[in-house]
T-cell receptor, first 109, second 114 residues
């Protein structure tokens, strides 16, 4: 069974700062997801990737398959980015997701 | 608007009562999932269904039951046998054909049992 570790658990940043959240997993995967959960609880999918890098606005996600590691970057952070960011993986050939515990990000004006 | 609906957003029950959480999707997705979220823990899979009239236990199925009589609906019943039912419950769905690894999440139901 895959183990998904995220770091840091909590992160406080000043508005405008560049933010990095890390995710490591233990065994091979078919896909890795970055999800965003706002205080109300609903979850939004930010990225799904299996190799390389994806960018959407101020968000960038990268994955290194050999090192079993992914990072989520937020450029020019803003208070509205405050949320819990969750990393999740599909095991090789599996539709089921294994989730990390999440990183709680607070961006202060 | 396509999406997943979970109702209600907040639910309160007395200990010993069964309670059913609703999940409806109009995305025409084949697969549906139920997850439980507790503070400080990652989401955990309760049950999933890849097709109508079929479902499989996830990691923490004890004390829960589901049905999948229609493609768009996947209700979860939290029974009195569930020892710690108070949690946040999320439903998700995925198009298990061309894009099997994508999952779309509902807004969640926060269940409190006292």
């Amino acid at each position: 069974k895959n183990e998904v570790e995220q770091s840091p658990q909590n992160l406080t940043a000043q508005e405008g700062e560049f933010i990095t959240i890390n995710c490591s997993y233990s065994v091979g995967i078919s896909a890795l997801h970055w999800l965003q959960q706002h205080p109300g609880g609903g979850i939004v999918s930010l990225f799904m990737l299996s190799s390389g890098k994806k960018k959407h606005g101020r968000l960038i996600a990268t994955i290194n398959i050999q090192e079993k590691h992914s990072s989520l970057h937020i450029t020019a952070s803003h208070p509205r980015d405050s949320a819990v960011y969750i990393c999740a993986v599909n095991g090789a050939g599996s539709y089921q997701l294994t989730f990390g515990k999440g990183t709680k990000l607070s961006v202060i004006p | 608007d396509g999406g997943i609906t979970q109702s209600p957003k907040y639910l309160f029950r007395k200990e010993g009562q069964n309670v059913t959480l609703s999940c409806e999707q109009n995305l025409n997705h084949d697969a549906m999932y139920w997850y439980r979220q507790d503070p400080g823990q990652g989401l955990r899979l309760i049950y999933y269904s890849q097709i109508v009239n079929d479902f499989q236990k996830g990691d923490i199925a004890e004390g829960y039951s589901v049905s999948r009589e229609k493609k768009e609906s996947f209700p979860l019943t939290v029974t009195s046998a569930q020892k710690n039912p108070t949690a946040f419950y999320l439903c998700a769905s995925s198009p298990s054909d061309l894009r099997p690894y994508e999952q779309y999440f509902g807004p969640g139901t926060r269940l409190t049992v006292t």
